[in-house]
């Protein structure tokens, strides 16, 4: 807008999120190691033991609010109000302010990999090479699809239209109504997990490259070479962010792979980045936190613990003064 004698005021630029720097707010002693990072909601922090069980914490003070006997291997996923949590045969629904069963569904398979929440439905791939997808409301099947045989270490990402999986070097999508197969592209190297960004699909891959994919046709638009194998990649709507085991921090631009910036890490990551509020969060065991400036990649500050993390740290990714941010 014009302001006094008709000068042009200059915008103001957002500031980046202020995650960090962090100060302890509580910390609490669980009864066994964790098998998987968790999960948080506004009221609480839910993670699953080695022990066999999974906990619920109060968020702001730590206190045990419930347990329940749930032996898993992976994080849990909550929507609605509802914690969705798996074991090697089987998917639970428990109301997370209680623990309280809604339903359980029975799997005639061992799981592949964590479910993906996609939509109204819970996907999960299950030995040797089924997809299926349950109804969030009451675990009732959707559909079900034999698909070509996962590599022993796959990985699937979901969105509103499809679910992607990475299997070997082969990335799949499949149509999220019924399941059908829409595409398929052969890469190189071994493929982490997939980040699914609207129209672009990002995957990288231990042949050090990290692959730009059309979300709806798998037609490659552009790949990147790295110095090392590509952890995993998250993008926003100017830029992809990927992390690789060169133990740099590179932006790119999305729509043609042109490198932005790129900063040295003083950590071998050991999760694909996430962003948000104007930051990129990079996640290690020493410091256990890093964050970026998204535009620059100036650092902001860094979040370090006597020891090695153990799984990643939850971040909230809505900040809210006074209130726990992450676990």
Same mark, same amino acid.
């Given at each position: 807008p014009e302001a006094n004698g008709g000068q042009r005021e200059t915008p103001l630029k957002p500031l980046p999120a202020p995650l960090l720097p962090?100060?302890?707010?509580?910390?609490?002693?669980?009864?066994?190691?964790?098998?998987?990072?968790?999960?948080?909601?506004?009221?609480?922090?839910?993670?699953?033991?080695?022990?066999?069980?999974?906990?619920?914490?109060?968020?702001e003070t730590g206190v045990t609010e419930w347990s329940v006997d749930l032996k898993s291997a992976w994080a849990p996923m909550i929507s609605g109000g509802v914690l969705?949590?798996?074991?090697?045969?089987?998917?639970?629904? *428990?109301?997370?302010?209680?623990?309280?069963?809604?339903?359980?569904?029975?799997?005639?398979?061992?799981?592949?990999?964590?479910?993906s929440m996609q939509g109204t439905t819970i996907v999960v791939l299950l030995k040797p090479d089924q997809l299926r997808a349950l109804r969030l409301s009451d675990g009732t099947e959707v559909w079900r699809l034999a698909i070509p045989s996962p590599s022993p270490s796959p990985s699937m990402s979901?969105?509103?239209?499809?679910?992607?999986?990475?299997?070997?070097?082969?990335?799949?999508?499949?149509?999220?109504s019924?399941?059908?197969?829409?595409?398929?592209?052969?890469?190189?190297?071994?493929?982490?997990?997939?980040?699914?960004?609207?129209?672009?699909?990002?995957?990288?891959?231990?042949?050090?490259?990290?692959?730009?994919?059309?979300?709806?046709k798998g037609r490659l638009l552009w790949?990147?070479?790295?110095?090392?194998?590509v952890v995993g990649a998250v993008a926003d709507e100017r830029f992809v962010y990927f992390a690789s085991l060169d133990n740099l921090l590179r932006a790119l631009r999305r729509g043609n792979g042109n490198q932005v910036w790129k900063r040295d890490l003083s950590t071998?990551?050991?999760?694909?980045?996430?962003?948000?509020?104007?930051?990129?969060?990079v996640s290690g065991n020493n410091p256990a936190l890093a964050a970026f400036n998204a535009a620059?990649?100036?650092?902001?500050?860094?979040?370090? *613990?006597?020891?090695?993390?153990?799984?990643?740290?939850?971040?909230?990714?809505?900040?809210?003064?006074?209130?726990?941010?992450?676990?």
């Open positions: 962090a100060e302890v707010a509580w910390n609490a002693i669980l009864p066994s190691q964790a098998s998987a990072a968790g999960t948080l909601d506004d009221q609480g922090v839910y993670i699953p033991l080695q022990s066999g069980q999974i906990v619920a914490l109060n968020r969705y949590a798996a074991n090697s045969n089987e998917v639970r629904a *428990l109301r997370a302010v209680t623990g309280e069963p809604l339903w359980r569904v029975s799997l005639d398979a061992e799981l592949l990999v964590a479910p979901a969105d509103a239209t499809g679910v992607i999986v990475a299997s070997g070097s082969r990335v799949s999508r499949f149509r999220s019924d399941g059908q197969l829409e595409w398929e592209r052969e890469l190189g190297g071994v493929l982490s997990s997939p980040a699914i960004s609207g129209d672009r699909v990002f995957v990288g891959s231990t042949d050090n490259y990290l692959y730009a994919l059309d979300t709806n790949r990147y070479g790295a110095g090392g194998d071998r990551t050991i999760a694909p980045p996430s962003t948000f509020g104007g930051i990129v969060v620059t990649g100036d650092p902001a500050d860094k979040f370090e *613990l006597a020891g090695d993390v153990q799984g990643i740290p939850l971040v909230d990714t809505r900040l809210v003064p006074f209130r726990v941010a992450m676990i």
